[in-house]
């Protein structure tokens, strides 16, 4: 699995500000070098070379390698379409390769600036540390939130999958984030009260419409947005546990079904809360496929009128959103668990593969 392991530096004052202005030239150089592209019409990496080469180095000051990367990204940028002219934000990202960057000593980086190489230090957790060791590629140097990072491209093979013979059933919902069919349910209380809050503050913020209101916005959606992703790696770090433990797959509801069930929940949550919900999801499969756990991917259908027990699916099963109670056989539940329990059931059936790995969703 390829995947993407930010590594913090921790630069000097000094160093952060040759930093900054390395980028800052990188980026203007990327620009210089997009205009000159989508006027002759030079998209790809070779001509735009041929073009602009030495010129961007002149100009902006770029070793030989700083000026290649700079024209590698803009030929990139334009592989998608050449619909629109691209341009490059002072704090873009900026790929290194290993002629201008290397690791050095387990924990510095040398990297190429403006005034030649610099020597600087990063922290990283255990978790990073293995991710490292399977590094691959360049890198990218980012700035985020006045921090400064280093995305290191990492090659990581998957846990050989568990055998396993059982599932977990999750349902994800809106009252519990996620319900799985042992029964427990991964509160979305915390994002509910951070979420009330927020949009209180927005609703006033918007109203005064000043350009620092919506500056004050934007880093407020921000925050939540982060808060949301703490939490759903929490949730599916948790629900991943939990199936390895036992030796069982995870089962997940298919996502088609998923987006019709949540038009209805649309009105109430917005955008913000889609976002969030597809987020957990991919989540999940990642977690999982990182971890071994197989991931089945059920017909949703009837699952939330359906009875787990007995399997009387009836309208009447359901008396109120919350509730499962069946006309069947008095089975009753939470609405949830009884949805997790369906989807179980219907993972289990689908397990003689036993050892597949889903695709992220
Ligand atoms: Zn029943």
Redesign the pocket.
Known sequence: MKLVAPIQLTPTPEQAKLLLETLGRCNAACDFLSAKAWEAGAFRQIPLHRLAYYEVRERFGLTAQAAIRCIKKVADAYTIDKITQRNFRPLAAQPYDARIFRFVDDNAVSIWTLTGRIKVPFVCGEHQRKLLAHRQGEVDLMCVRGKWYIGVGCDVPDAEPIGCSDALGVDFGIANIATDSDGKAYTGEAIERVRSRMSRRRAGLQRRGTKAAKRRLRKLSGQQRRFQAHTNHVISKALVEAAKRSGRAIGLEDLTHIRKRLKARRSQWGRLHNWAFRQLRSFVAYKAQRAGVPVLFVDPKHTSKG?S????VDDRNRPDQATFS?I????RAHADHNVARNIRARAAVNLPLGSQVAEAA
């Not at 027990?309 to 009387?312: E, I, N, R, W």
């Not at 069947?328 to 089975?331: A, E, S, V």
Request: hydrophobic content about 0%.
């Open positions: 009875c027990k007995c399997g009387t069946c069947g056989c008095g089975h």
